[in-house]
Every structure is written in structure tokens, then in C-alpha cells.
């Protein structure tokens, strides 16, 4: 017997970056933070640790809306706080889209997307990123429900100019999400837009910059009117007690996360300099991640995509990434059209970039190159 909706019986999950349970690897493949949490953040959440656990946490988590508007420099009813990013998107897919409602989203990007509008048995409406990954005009539709544009992109690290996410909202009778999930390591943000476009929610995390994948921070941020409405949506008690004061310590000690972003930025260029030595295509990057091809090779790695002898093609990414895996590695790659040539990078300490390097470098000396 059948029990599932229709839709979700046809549509496939989602599936996150690996995440090991035995031993120790060098995990570059989840874009978490290399460097962890600031004391503060630490010990306002011992004090939590006590009888206060038996009560619910606060449904509207006021205290981080309010440490949020100080750094966004927005009012407190701008704001709402979430599990995580991917939970500001659920609640944004639930708020604004309908049964059959157009969801528009650009191609390649974050996955979570399409299974989102899946799961709502929405219409979905991928558009492919130009050649550059600039904004197709095809991204401008009027009828969409939702758009997502992620900035910086997730697998890509590109970035779309303020003004052009402007001029997508402008001509949009829906809502326009702007994924901002790694906007802190980028050079402009698109918060400033929510004072000027209605329609515009701007979706922030605290996983990256503020090291706290763990504690599954998410902000959600917006005219005061479309932040009312997702609280009807959202579940009650969305955020635990824990995670409250983890984030409002973590937003109270902005400069700490600067240094740290610097650092990766750093480390960032680091490695895009190193992988274009090796002969990589890395793509420019303003995230914590950098997307990059391996050079052209000889040899059972490389692709069979030319029948002729001795013919150099492009070294198999996903032969790259098992390779790297046996070695203890993680990356993270797709086996996806634009990006099954391609892996995707993390950006980690100096230590664990070269380590990534040194295997991959012995990877490489085990094929003849030419």
C-alpha cells in the first residue's frame, strides 16, 4: 500500500556533503569553518547548561533578533531566526508557494532548492547560469512564486552585483531569496536591499563565519511585514536554548569573525594560486570554497571522450575525489552536467590545504602527464 503523496513519492532527497564516523580525515567538503567557535560564544552556552533545559527556549528568540538588527542594521522585526539556513528556506518555500506555484532557480547551484519545491509539489523552474555565471534574463520572471539566487553560488563561489539581484526583484510580482550563506567572505552583501525592495529576503547563516555548523543557526532577513508572516509558518519552538545564546554570543563579537574570514580569504588564495600552478581551472571565487577542473592528462584517469591515441583529455573529477578518499581526503563532488569536471574545495587551515595539495600532487605523479 502507497502512503506517500504523489510527489514525494517521485522526487529524490537531498544529499548533504559526507560526513565520516570512522577515524580521522581531512574533511574540505562541507565548507565548515576550519577554525572554532570564540570563547564567548563557548561560555554563554555553559551558563545555559542547567536546570533552565526543562523549559522551552524562547519561540521568537528575541535576544538573537535583536543582537542580529544591531549587525544588519535593521529593526528586530526584520529578522527571524531559524535551524539553520535550510530551515529559513523551508519556511520561506511553506510561506510563499502553493501547490503547482512557480519556483525559480538558477543552474548549478544549492540542491536544497528543487527538493524544497519538490516537497511543496510546486513547479519548478531551473534556468542555467550563463557561460561567466552572470544572471540569464531568463531569470526574470514575473509569474514565480520564489526565486532563489544564491550569492556567493554554492558549488561555484561566483557572485551576482546587488544591482542585478535588484533589478530581478523589481520586475517580480513574487519573492526573491537571496541565499547568502557565505556572503561573509564576499566583497558585497544584498542586506541593504530589503530597506528599498519589499520583496527581497535575504538569508544568512552562521555555520561558515561564525564556526557553528553544529549548533544549526539560520536568519532570515526582510521587510517587517514578510518576516510576520513566516513566524505563523515557522514551528514553534524552531531553535533550542542552547543555540539562542550560542548566537547571540557569536553576533556580539563580529570583529572576531572578520579576522577570521580574513584568514580564510588568505588561505583562499593560497590554494587557487597553488591549483593553477598544478594546471587546474579554478573558478573566481568569494566563498569559503573554490571550485576548481583538473588539468588535462594522458592515462586511464583521464575521460574517454576522444577515441584517438595519445589524445590529452581532462582528468576525471570524480576519479580525483576517489582517489583523494582512499588517501583519507574529502572534497566534494557531483556527477551532474557543468559540474561532474569540477570538484569543490573547502577552504581549510594551511595544513589541511596542504595536505590536499601533497595527495594530490602523488596522485598525479602516478600518471603520465603531458
Request: hydrophobic residues 35%.
Amino acid at each position: 500500500m502507497q502512503y506517500f503523496r504523489p510527489n514525494i513519492n517521485s522526487m529524490e532527497a537531498y544529499a548533504p556533503g559526507e560526513q565520516p564516523q570512522d577515524g580521522e580525515f581531512v574533511k574540505l567538503n562541507t565548507n565548515e569553518s576550519p577554525y572554532p567557535p570564540f570563547d564567548d560564544v563557548l561560555e554563554a552556552i555553559r551558563r545555559e547548561v542547567d536546570g533552565r533545559l526543562r523549559l522551552y527556549p524562547d519561540p521568537l528568540c528575541t535576544r538573537v533578533r535583536r543582537q542580529a538588527a544591531r549587525v544588519f542594521n535593521v529593526d528586530p522585526d526584520m529578522v527571524i531566526v531559524g535551524n539553520g539556513s535550510d530551515d529559513i528556506l523551508t519556511i520561506t518555500v511553506r510561506s510563499f508557494v502553493g501547490d503547482g506555484g512557480k519556483v525559480v532557480y538558477l543552474n548549478p547551484s544549492y540542491g536544497l532548492y528543487g527538493v524544497l519545491a519538490d516537497i511543496q509539489n510546486a513547479k519548478k523552474c531551473p534556468i542555467e547560469y550563463t557561460d561567466d555565471y552572470r544572471l540569464p534574463p531568463e531569470i526574470r520572471q514575473p509569474d514565480a512564486k520564489l526565486t532563489f539566487i544564491c550569492t556567493p553560488n554554492n558549488p561555484t563561489g561566483t557572485v551576482t552585483p546587488p544591482e542585478e539581484v535588484a533589478k530581478v526583484a523589481e520586475r517580480s510580482h513574487g519573492i526573491v531569496a537571496v541565499d547568502e550563506a557565505y556572503a561573509d567572505f564576499a566583497e558585497q552583501s544584498c542586506v541593504d536591499l530589503v530597506h528599498r525592495c519589499d520583496n527581497i529576503l535575504v538569508l544568512r547563516s552562521l555555520s561558515k563565519s561564525y564556526s557553528l555548523a553544529g549548533l544549526r543557526i539560520g536568519l532570515g532577513i526582510g521587510n517587517a511585514n514578510l518576516i510576520a508572516g513566516m513566524m505563523k509558518v515557522k514551528d514553534s519552538y524552531n531553535v533550542q536554548r542552547l543555540g539562542i545564546a550560542g548566537a547571540e554570543a557569536a553576533l556580539a563579537n563580529v570583529d572576531k569573525m572578520k579576522a577570521n574570514a580574513e584568514k580564510v580569504k588568505e588561505n583562499r588564495r593560497y590554494l587557487a594560486g597553488q591549483l593553477e600552478k598544478l594546471g587546474f581551472d579554478v573558478l573566481p571565487s568569494q566563498a569559503n570554497f573554490i571550485f576548481a577542473r583538473p588539468p588535462m592528462w594522458h592515462g586511464h584517469l583521464a575521460r574517454e571522450t576522444d577515441s584517438r591515441p595519445g589524445r590529452p583529455t581532462r582528468l576525471r573529477a570524480g576519479a580525483l575525489y576517489e582517489e583523494l578518499k582512499t588517501r583519507r581526503i574529502l572534497v566534494r563532488y557531483w556527477n551532474l552536467p557543468r559540474l561532474s569536471d569540477g570538484i569543490r574545495i573547502s577552504i581549510g587551515t594551511r595544513q589541511e590545504l596542504d595536505a590536499f595539495l601533497a595527495a594530490t600532487k602523488e596522485i598525479f605523479a602516478g600518471y603520465n602527464r603531458k
